[in-house]
């Protein structure tokens, strides 16, 4: 595909129980960053990866969240015991590298994630 | 930390108005700056962008300029249409590893 895709779109699930997101970066981008955006809000940093890099972990707000990548391709966002808070737009992009600051992000259209 | 303010929204203008959106930042070195747009229903995209102080990034009549010395990237267009109806993110990146991101600011545009 022509553009960074997400999977599920939507997702609702009970208090407690995991959820798993997925993300596909456009073909050839070594670098991958989630996100969360709450209802009216700005875009919080989760966690970044780079090629085989160590990821950068300093933006997951707890250990229930948990990231993988494998190689330069698929990367899941995993929430356990997921709380009512956990609710929000979980948004995927990759860029080409992030050897500078120049490389534009393409974003995904996000997964929204309802924790009842 | 670095951080990113934006001015509040709403913004509510109507067609062909001169349109402003107030960006100011704090960064330890020397960050590129950004602007991405959020149209209804679909994801981010990139609007603008500007990596050194001075530099001017445009793009779809908007402009924003790279002022180092009152850390600012402001947002403007000369006449907004209705379809810039969007919410609009500031954004900064040092290393091209986090970029933070300002809250957005909800541009409406009336015919």
């Known amino acids: 595909g022509a553009g960074v895709s997400q999977s599920p779109s939507n997702k609702v699930t009970e208090k407690g129980k995991d959820v798993e997101l997925r993300c596909d970066p456009i073909?050839?981008?070594?670098?991958l960053y989630w996100y969360r955006q709450r209802l009216g809000q700005g875009l919080e940093f989760l966690i970044y990866f780079q090629g085989n890099s160590a990821p950068d972990k300093s933006g997951l707000p707890s250990d229930r969240f948990s990231a993988e990548r494998t190689g330069e391709s698929v990367s899941t966002l995993t929430i356990q015991r997921t709380q009512q808070e956990d609710s929000a737009v979980y948004l995927c992009?990759?860029?080409?590298?992030?050897?500078?600051?120049?490389?534009?992000?393409?974003f995904g259209p996000g997964t929204r994630l309802t924790v009842l | 930390g670095n951080s990113v303010t934006q001015m509040e929204g709403p913004v509510t203008l109507s067609e062909e108005a001169f349109l402003t959106i107030n960006c100011t930042y704090t960064?330890?070195?020397?960050?590129?700056l950004f602007w991405y747009v959020q149209y209804p229903g679909e994801g981010l995209q990139l609007l603008l962008k500007a990596t050194k102080a001075d530099d001017k990034g445009s793009n779809k009549g908007f402009e924003a300029t790279y002022r180092k010395e009152t850390t600012s990237f402001h947002l403007e267009k000369g006449s907004v249409q209705v379809s810039d109806s969007a919410v609009y993110f500031c954004a900064l990146s040092e290393s091209g590893q986090n970029f933070v991101f300002g809250p957005g600011t909800r541009l409406s545009v009336l015919p």
């Open positions: 960064a330890t070195g020397y960050p590129s």
């Open positions: 992009a990759s860029s080409l590298d992030s050897s500078g600051q120049y490389n534009e992000q393409f």
């Open positions: 073909s050839g981008h070594t670098a």
